[in-house]
């Protein structure tokens, strides 16, 4: 520690500190403008000067280290003047005119020329002239610019997207987009983090322009609605309008960084589009109803088809993008009121097997470790995991963990962005991982490479395992995955000699037939390296929607009441009886949505009702989901749009979308936070929570809970174990992570830790696993394999993303991707509409040629309707899960 | 057929040479200097394709290469002529009326400074002193200089060029 006096206040501060950070530290404030705390190397405002005792010149104080008896002033005369002659060449350079500024009123230049006392100067410095440039989202003034470079910090360290730059030299310096293009032809993915860090109005958001000036914006924050990170959002609201949105500084878990859709995808609650009474279909079209009737009719249809057939009869999908609240209080219906376990949501096609693989190997069907820790790990394994598209923010950590000296392994099939990143990227064949993964684990046990105490003392199986792997020498690994055998050697080489590491994963691994294999095959990876129970290490599996996790957690899943306590034990059943006051629980695990779509077909299910589900869309080979849902005898739809979906309901129930009730979301990495109201839903539309409440109340069923809050805090709380100390009080800014067991717990960032797995054995599990190939393999008459997934511009079938201004430009059309060798040998150009076709059906589409893909490969997403992948995917599911192979169909690719 | 041919056997030749500079300067710190240099010897200047390649094959931002080739005058991102005219605007030469032998120029070739003619056969820059003062004013086509230009000679000097 050092001592040192600023402005005569005598100081203490560790070695290596700045005189800004201990001036900072200790509540004395220096201007600056182009500091960024933690990331900073840019030093260039020089604003922050201050005196030294001793120094020839004033010093910058960013740049200063702090030395033992240092005097330092931050306010002399001498500096005072600095900062205002410093001031009056920004003021003359540029054109900085505040009075149609959107930054005006958060500027930093205009706060200290108004502190500083500083007039427009009357001479103006030339720069050269450049038009504004205006991309989809973001604004460019370089006339405004003060070159402070903090976007530069922000696009190249911190997000590492590396798209802006400092181009030419002397007065003409100017920050320019890639090799000087505008940066709406540049590659910038417009995440509008530069937007967020600039200083002052060079950089502002276009969609705010003329919506309010800065003083009548009120900052709520809440938790975006977007994928499973979770990231922490400032709503700026006028009113009821949501102007912009930037991220919380320093909250957990983005620390103030968004994605494109984050930042810019919150105004699809505003669209005339919204679904704004209760319908009720008659001769084959939509009238409006009153509540009254629109309830009344669907509890009476329950009532008749419960009674006639049983509660079996009828089922019910939640919604993985709603509250919390929402998914409690509908399992809760289907449960308590209906007294049947058939309650599933869309986990079904994404991350079921992560929950049943991860809690046969582990306990706990949760990502073991945090994004906090992600930006420090040592070594990065990233497999089936297209993260910088699906989880932007989540990949900016990978990426600057690689920036502070870790390795990243890549495997995938496609060489996605954040391959070029990698240390090793291997490209794998669709389909193959278990025998990839097998590989690397004879190699590191052969070798001897693999961590005997954690195997010994905290897992089980590992005979089992040695002798499976021990069939899947690195050859025969390399014949199935493709990947050289000297690639799989590196592999198992950097992973043992870099531990802890972690290992990241996605749909890749998830949606294949053998989706729960693949995950507990990481699982298995993981536990013979000793890579759990640590810092820094893990498996992290990043969850799809936003609220996925959540939706999971309060009991959306056919065999388990909120908190995972399962439905067929006894006690469980007894425990909630007496919690909701209610007799003969179904002890009978409920059905899964595949199971629900069919039994609509051959009538074992009468009564369906969709939660916020596009399932027309969402579920694989769309003409067979289409058939059952108009089998359906009774159909309800919850919904804030119209969707594909709804066009089958036979009642439509119109919802309060997010930002229009107060309830939580729960991240991948088990953090539930506060999502806040900022507007009334539109016309008659109610909270989901509350549709519910009154349904039930046509039963005789009186819940007390009048808001989110009171469910959460009296029942889902309450009943669950895990969440028995997370309480609404104690999330008002961070969320906490589960498990939180009691009201002083912190919440729990890594799970099992010092090797202590929540099974009640203790021990991870060890699942010796063989391998299987996709259901539906590439042959003389469907060559290629279709794989699928989603892009950065949209999320799911686009009912919200579709309705973002922008957005849709962003990426106005769905492309089939396909290898440059494919597409020469096809004779097909890039931007050529083709024929992709399956056994399920057919698609035009415009192909997207890419040297991303691997031949034999054609890539697509389910965004758009017209030409969505899951017109061909396959209904091959994981035995256990019902997953969907969403990752491998057989398919063709043809001119037309 | 055969223009065609030696066409494509000279873009093979010209994507060989660019390989072989960016392999041999990629993995040494401080490469994309000599890189850029050796493709703008390559090519005449530095095209956006430049950019875009050697950002792919060297794991170089693009905006770190722009970055570079616009802070040094001697990189240049548009074509150069097969005749470069450089118009000396030093001291002496501006007295004696550079300024309208540019002009001149300009309008005789029809661009811009920085600028190449369409056929490619000129490009045209303005350029500090060459040390000629006594033949003032002097313009430099490639090597050649030409001294005591008046402003009716213009014309002539280009039209010694093929």
């Known amino acids: 520690m050092l001592n040192l006096v600023i402005d005569g206040k005598k100081i203490v501060a560790p070695e290596n500190t700045t005189i800004l950070q201990a001036a900072t530290e200790n509540n004395i404030p220096i201007p600056t403008l182009c500091h960024l705390d933690g990331i900073h190397d840019s030093h260039s405002c020089r604003i922050c000067v201050v005196e030294v005792e001793g120094a020839r010149t004033l010093m910058a104080s960013c740049a200063t280290e702090i030395s033992e008896g240092m005097i330092v002033k931050t306010a002399s005369e001498s500096v005072i003047e600095a900062r205002k002659t410093i001031i009056e060449f920004l003021l003359a350079s540029g054109k900085h005119d505040c009075m149609t500024c959107e930054k005006s009123g958060n500027c930093q230049l205009q706060d200290l020329a108004y502190e500083l006392g500083v007039q427009r100067p009357s001479h103006y410095i030339e720069r050269s002239a450049e038009p504004v440039d205006i991309s989809e989202m973001i604004i460019r003034d370089n006339d405004k610019c003060i070159l402070c470079r903090k976007c530069l910090t922000a696009c190249n360290e911190m997000v590492v997207n590396q798209v802006l730059g400092l181009g030419y030299r002397g007065g003409k310096t100017a920050i320019v987009c890639d090799n000087g293009k505008p940066m709406g032809e540049s590659t910038c993915v417009q995440c509008g983090e530069c937007v967020q860090v600039c200083p002052v109005g060079a950089l502002t958001e276009r969609k705010a322009v003329g919506k309010g000036r800065t003083w009548e914006l009120e900052k709520v924050r809440t938790t975006c609605p977007y994928c499973g990170v979770g990231c922490q959002l400032d709503l700026h609201v006028k009113g009821e309008e949501i102007v912009k949105v930037t991220?919380?500084?320093?909250?957990?878990?983005?620390?103030?960084?968004?994605?494109?859709k984050g930042r810019f995808g919150y105004d699809f609650i505003y669209s005339d589009e919204r679904l704004t009474t209760p319908l009720i279909k008659e001769?084959?079209?939509?009238?409006?109803?009153?509540?009254?009737?629109?309830?009344?009719?669907?509890?009476?249809?329950?009532?008749?088809?419960?009674?006639?057939?049983?509660?079996?009869?009828?089922?019910?999908?939640?919604?993985?993008?709603?509250?919390?609240?929402?998914?409690?209080?509908?399992?809760?219906?289907?449960?308590?009121v209906f007294k049947t376990n058939n309650i599933d949501h869309c986990a079904r096609s994404c991350h079921a097997p992560t929950v049943a693989g991860l809690m046969t190997s582990f306990g706990t069907g949760g990502m073991t470790n945090s994004f906090s820790e992600f930006s420090k790990a040592k070594l990065f394994f990233c497999i089936g995991t297209n993260m910088t598209e699906a989880h932007p923010v989540a990949s900016t950590f990978v990426k600057n963990a690689v920036r502070n000296g870790a390795k990243l392994i890549v495997v995938d099939p496609r060489r996605h962005s954040l391959a070029d990143h990698a240390d090793i990227f291997a490209q794998i064949k669709v389909g193959s991982d278990v025998a990839f993964l097998n590989g690397i684990m004879h190699v590191l046990i052969s070798e001897e490479k693999y961590d005997k105490a954690f195997v010994a003392e905290h897992c089980m199986n590992f005979e089992e395992i040695k002798t499976m792997v021990a069939a899947y020498p690195p050859e025969r690994a390399s014949e199935i995955s493709g990947v050289s055998v000297k690639t799989i050697h590196e592999i198992a080489d950097l992973m043992w000699d870099i531990r802890p590491s972690m290992l990241a994963y996605t749909l890749g691994i998830t949606e294949h037939t053998c989706g729960k294999n693949n995950v507990m095959s990481v699982a298995n990876l993981q536990m013979i390296l000793g890579n759990l129970g640590k810092e820094y290490a893990g498996v992290n599996p990043l969850r799809g929607q936003n609220n996925v996790q959540g939706a999971c957690d309060m009991g959306a899943l056919p065999n388990v009441y909120n908190g995972y306590q399962k439905v067929d034990d006894p006690a469980a059943g007894a425990k909630f009886e007496r919690h909701w006051g209610v007799e003969r629980l179904s002890k009978r695990i409920g059905i899964m949505v595949p199971h629900m779509l069919d039994g609509l077909v051959d009538k074992k299910i009468r009564a369906l009702y969709i939660f916020g589900e596009n399932i027309a869309n969402t579920e694989p080979d769309i003409r067979h989901v289409e058939h059952c849902l108009e089998s359906a005898e009774f159909?309800?739809?919850?919904?804030?749009?119209?969707?594909?979906?709804?066009?089958?309901?036979?009642?439509?129930?119109?919802?309060?979308a997010w930002s229009e009730d107060e309830g939580t979301f729960t991240n991948a990495e088990r953090r539930v936070s506060l999502v806040r109201k900022v507007k009334t839903p539109p016309g008659i539309s109610k909270p989901n929570w509350m549709i519910f409440k009154e349904i039930a109340a046509r039963f005789g069923h009186e819940w007390n809970s009048k808001s989110g809050r009171e469910i959460w805090d009296n029942e889902i709380s309450a009943f669950s174990p895990s969440f028995a100390g997370l309480k609404y009080?104690?999330?008002?800014?961070?969320?906490?992570?589960?498990?939180?067991p009691s009201e002083d717990h912190p919440g729990t960032k890594i799970l099992h830790m010092n090797g202590k797995f929540t099974h009640a054995h203790e021990k991870g599990v060890l699942m010796p696993l063989e391998w299987t190939p996709p259901a539906e393999v590439p042959d003389a008459e469907y060559p290629f394999v279709l794989s699928t997934g989603r892009r950065l511009y949209h999320y799911h079938t686009r009912t919200q993303t579709g309705r973002c201004q922008g957005l849709n430009n962003l990426l106005p059309e769905e492309t089939a991707d396909i290898s440059v060798a494919d597409a020469e040998r096809l004779h097909i150009e890039d931007g050529e509409m083709i024929m992709v076709k399956s056994r399920r059906g057919?698609?035009?589409?415009?192909?997207?040629?890419?040297?991303?893909?691997?031949?034999?490969?054609?890539?697509?997403?389910?965004?758009f309707r017209e030409n969505c992948a899951n017109w061909l995917t396959n209904q091959a599911f994981d035995p256990e899960t019902l997953t969907a192979e969403f990752k491998a169909c057989a398919a063709n690719v043809c001119k037309m | 057929m055969n223009s065609n041919g030696c066409a494509r056997?000279?873009?093979d030749e010209e994507n060989a040479r660019f390989e072989g500079i960016t392999s041999r300067h990629k993995d040494s710190k401080g490469g994309l200097i000599p890189i850029l240099h050796e493709v703008q010897e390559l090519y005449g200047y530095l095209p956006d394709s430049a950019f875009v390649r050697i950002s792919k094959t060297c794991n170089i931002p693009l905006s770190e290469i722009y970055g570079v080739a616009t802070f040094y005058s001697f990189f240049s991102l548009k074509p150069k002529g097969k005749y470069e005219i450089s118009v000396c605007m030093g001291t002496a030469c501006y007295v004696k009326g550079a300024g309208r032998i540019l002009d001149r120029i300009r309008e005789e070739l029809d661009i811009d400074v920085g600028d190449c003619t369409e056929d490619g056969k000129f490009s045209l820059s303005a350029c500090r002193c060459l040390g000629a003062c006594g033949l003032a004013p002097v313009i430099k086509v490639n090597e050649q200089v030409h001294g005591r230009l008046a402003l009716a000679d213009v014309s002539e000097v280009l039209n010694q060029y093929e």
């Open chain 1, 283 to 336: 001769n084959g079209a939509f009238r409006e109803a009153s509540w009254e009737e629109a309830l009344d009719l669907v509890a009476s249809r329950f009532k008749e088809i419960i009674q006639e057939h049983g509660p079996d009869a009828v089922a019910g999908i939640s919604c993985a993008r709603s509250i919390n609240e929402d998914s409690y209080n509908m399992q809760k219906l289907f449960r308590s």
């Open chain 2, 9 to 11: 056997d000279m873009i």
């Open chain 1, 729 to 740: 009080h104690r999330i008002q800014k961070d969320g906490i992570q589960w498990p939180c």
């Open chain 1, 247 to 260: 991220g919380v500084p320093d909250g957990a878990p983005n620390m103030g960084r968004l994605c494109v």
């Open chain 1, 842 to 863: 057919e698609v035009k589409v415009k192909a997207k040629v890419s040297d991303r893909i691997p031949p034999g490969m054609v890539w697509m997403a389910f965004h």
């Open chain 1, 635 to 656: 159909l309800v739809c919850q919904d804030i749009f119209p969707t594909e979906t709804t066009r089958f309901a036979d009642v439509v129930l119109p919802a309060a």
